[in-house]
């Protein structure tokens, strides 16, 4: 077996050119994380005959298998040829190579590129490639290229800074164009901000590279602040899909009856959703618990994939951010039916299967019949696809092929088109209704888009089901008619699995015993991401020490994830006051500090655990990883406010304050440290300097209305209640749907005599939740 390489690499893929941290702390939760093994163990004993008469023996079990190790990838090749020719020259193979003369496509000869004012220059020394570039300090250095990533249609470059850490270069190289480009062009990304190359939001070790290999380990050392990390080979190889080969080796040595033996859990399982999670340990957008992935376990042990947040995808699901397939192909109608990524795309070249639309023509074809083995063809329609009759477009031109219609895409690191994998029907008229995005309107923009809708329907008739994309759009808006809509969405078992989580994330906005019981309902799904969900949506609604006799039971569920977001749930109550799942939760909280452990080089993880030892009293940590956090990344802001209530909380106050000054001195438009200092203020007795604080927060975030709602409350406290009432007017309008912002003005019109004005804001939430407590009768007084 080779001896992994001992080199620095990343996980996942190059970040994405948006503006948001990769890692946004999850209320509370704060990012979930950690990975403990799943070991399946043969516990049944040997048979022994009950008789009076001479039995045979009886059979003895066969030791259990070694665990299977990585071996050399070449090891593969002698048996499987075919897969392997395929593969050779693959997104896949190549996806990470060291940088030399063959793998860097790059024009590295003395050539400079200027953008986000700032200068990098690209030139050789001998046969090593480099970079002169401005770094973390503002000034400009030498950096040496230590590995190309990616192949089409950018390729991005790795730089070795020191101490193993690898940093994905900001500038890349369009393979295409044959040119450089930024790719965050116009947004200012110099090295103060947090997207900066040099920033550790861009650090490979974590964001990349774990999907550019096989077999990674970042392998971070939280004393040195160093990566020793290794993985097996470069590049996306066999053993990254189908697990360790040692036991498949020796297997083939002596061959049997039985296909693939040697080999657990992985991507040659009979069902699609087996194979689809193998493929989302990359192609999906997912926070990791742990370091590296195990082949043998469900996505869920090894990462918390997102659902379709508002950030993420669009009202009736569509892409929106870089999030790659898995979250959008779970939508679909294809995975309902047992459609896999295998179905489509060849594993091994990652090439389709078939040329324009002959992929999707082995089930959509004029005799209706599957070709597909293991794929439900109930309600296929015979017809032919391809005709004008039913695309509508002038054969061969946009709008004829199905992808132009059925998978609309976005460009994302500038140049990179990606494909919506929902499989959607087109929906001019809900998409003129909601704002979402549509294949018709985005082609046909010089044509009114009514007329479109009108066109469409004409052709067509309706538009589609858009009862999900309706009813999120209630609940997200406020609207009348929210919670009635919801409901009925989650009645029955009809909605992706995604969809339904997505849904459940919204109860806590919407107080009810009817919402409550719907979410507790959804604590026994079959889909750890529901059970997720919902634990979340009944940890919402109830107080903490309500919630044992219903969360305590997912402190043994049979996912990662879900049990330690039980055990984080209810840390509040603590595990003597668990009674008998006290081992249950000690277990499951020991799995969530785990996960931060393994994932210390995170400003959030070392956050976590701070958080963590404040909940359950080991207050001698506290401040140890609060540091460590800002250490981590100075940019990392809820850190340095963590750290600064901390210290304020156990009188060091002048401490306090001096962290505050520098962490705003540092960084002046940080919206949140005003508010810290706002906060801070007040409590140091210093109302109209608080004031001004608080607004300059509002002034710098007007969309938060967490900000606006501070502020509100404090104008009101300082007698300053007309503006306390129009600050809580503005944030409704921007947020309908939040309960706080809601009662906080109805309370507030009701203290200035302006009943009317009360009951109205009171009525649109009858609209909106009649089954809000609020709006229930109290019960008879019977003393």
């Not at 230590?146 to 890349?172: K, M």
Request: aromatic share 8%; with cysteine.
């Amino acid at each position: 077996m080779s001896k992994p390489h001992r080199k620095r690499t990343d996980t996942a893929t190059p970040a994405a050119p948006t503006r948001q941290w990769f890692w946004p702390v999850l209320a509370g939760l704060a990012l979930l994380l950690s990975v403990i093994a799943w070991v399946l163990v043969d516990q049944s004993t040997p048979i022994t005959a009950v008789t009076t008469t001479a039995a045979p023996p009886a059979p003895v079990a066969a030791p259990p298998a070694p665990p299977a190790t990585l071996v050399d990838e070449a090891q593969c090749q002698g048996c499987h040829k075919a897969q392997t020719d395929h593969w050779k020259g693959s997104h896949h193979q190549l996806a990470m190579q060291d940088a030399s003369e063959q793998s860097v496509l790059g024009d590295f000869a003395d050539r400079q590129f200027k953008a986000e004012n700032e200068t990098t220059r690209f030139f050789r020394q001998g046969e090593q490639f480099w970079v002169n570039t401005v770094g973390a300090d503002g000034k400009n250095k030498d950096f040496r290229v230590a590995y190309a990533f990616g192949v089409e249609p950018l390729q991005q470059y790795l730089i070795d800074t020191g101490e193993g850490h690898l940093q994905a270069l900001g500038v890349a190289w369009d393979t295409q164009k044959k040119q450089w480009f930024h790719l965050y062009p116009g947004q200012g990304v110099d090295f103060k901000d947090p997207l900066h190359w040099s920033k550790p939001q861009q650090n490979a070790n974590f964001m990349c590279v774990e999907c550019h290999t096989t077999g990674f380990k970042r392998n971070f050392d939280a004393e040195s602040g160093a990566f020793d990390s290794q993985w097996n080979s470069l590049g996306v190889g066999c053993q990254a899909c189908h697990g360790p080969a040692s036991n498949h080796l020796q297997w083939a040595a002596k061959p049997g009856k039985q296909a693939n033996v040697g080999f657990s859990r992985s991507a040659h399982q009979s069902d699609n959703l087996s194979e689809v999670e193998t493929c989302a340990r990359c192609h999906a957008r997912r926070a990791p618990l742990g370091d590296g992935f195990h082949n043998d376990r469900r996505l869920m042990d090894d990462y918390l994939p997102s659902r379709l947040t508002r950030e993420l995808y669009a009202l009736d699901g569509k892409i929106k951010d870089e999030v790659f397939e898995y979250g959008a192909f779970t939508q679909s109608k294809m995975f309902a039916k047992g459609v896999r990524c295998s179905n489509c795309h060849d594993p091994h070249s990652t090439q389709l299967k078939a040329p324009g639309d002959g992929v999707c023509l082995q089930c959509h074809n004029t005799a209706g019949k599957i070709t597909i083995a293991g794929v439900d063809g109930a309600g296929l329609k015979a017809k032919d696809y391809t005709s004008t009759e039913h695309h509508r477009h002038t054969p061969g031109q946009p709008g004829s092929q199905c992808v132009d219609c059925h998978m609309p895409g976005k460009f994302y690191m500038v140049n990179d088109w990606r494909h919506d994998h929902g499989f959607s029907i087109p929906a001019p008229a809900q998409a003129l209704q909601l704002g979402t995005p549509d294949a018709c309107l985005s082609c046909h923009q010089s044509t009114k888009g009514q007329q479109i809708a009108d066109q469409f329907r004409l052709w067509y008739g309706q538009d589609g089901d858009s009862t999900y994309a309706s009813s999120l759009d209630l609940l997200r808006g406020g609207k009348p008619g929210a919670v009635q809509s919801l409901l009925e969405q989650l009645q029955g078992n009809a909605l992706p699995a995604i969809r339904r989580a997505t849904l459940l994330a919204e109860l806590a906005n919407y107080p009810s015993e009817q919402t409550f019981n719907a979410a507790t309902r959804d604590l026994k799904h079959k889909d750890a991401q529901v059970r997720l969900s919902a634990l979340e949506a009944v940890a919402a609604l109830l107080p903490p020490e309500q919630r044992q006799r219903l969360l305590a039971p997912l402190l043994r569920d049979p996912a990662l994830a879900v049990r330690i977001a039980a055990a984080y749930a209810l840390l509040p109550v603590g595990a003597v006051g668990l009674g008998n799942d006290e081992a249950a939760f000690n277990k499951a909280i020991g799995e969530y500090e785990h996960v931060q452990m393994s994932l210390l080089e995170r400003a959030e993880a070392n956050l976590n655990l701070a958080l963590l030892y404040q909940a359950n009293g080991r207050d001698a940590e506290v401040e140890k990883y609060l540091r460590t956090a800002i250490k981590r990344d100075a940019d990392f802001l809820p850190a340095r406010v963590a750290l600064v209530q901390w210290l304020g909380r156990h009188g060091r106050g002048s401490e306090a304050r001096s962290e505050l000054t520098q962490a705003l001195a540092e960084h002046p438009e940080a919206a949140l440290l005003h508010q810290a200092n706002g906060l801070a203020l007040i409590r140091e007795g210093q109302r109209e300097a608080a004031l001004k604080a608080l607004q300059k927060a509002v002034q710098l975030e007007p969309e938060n209305t967490g900000y606006g709602y501070v502020l509100a409350v404090a104008l009101h406290d300082q007698g300053q209640r007309e503006k306390a009432r129009e600050q809580l007017w503005r944030n409704l309008q921007q947020q309908p749907y939040n309960r706080d912002l809601r009662l906080a003005l109805i309370h507030y019109l009701q203290q200035n005599q302006q009943p009317g004005e009360a009951n109205k804001v009171l009525e649109a939430l009858r609209q909106i939740n009649p089954h809000d407590p609020l709006l229930q009768p109290r019960p008879a007084n019977r003393g």
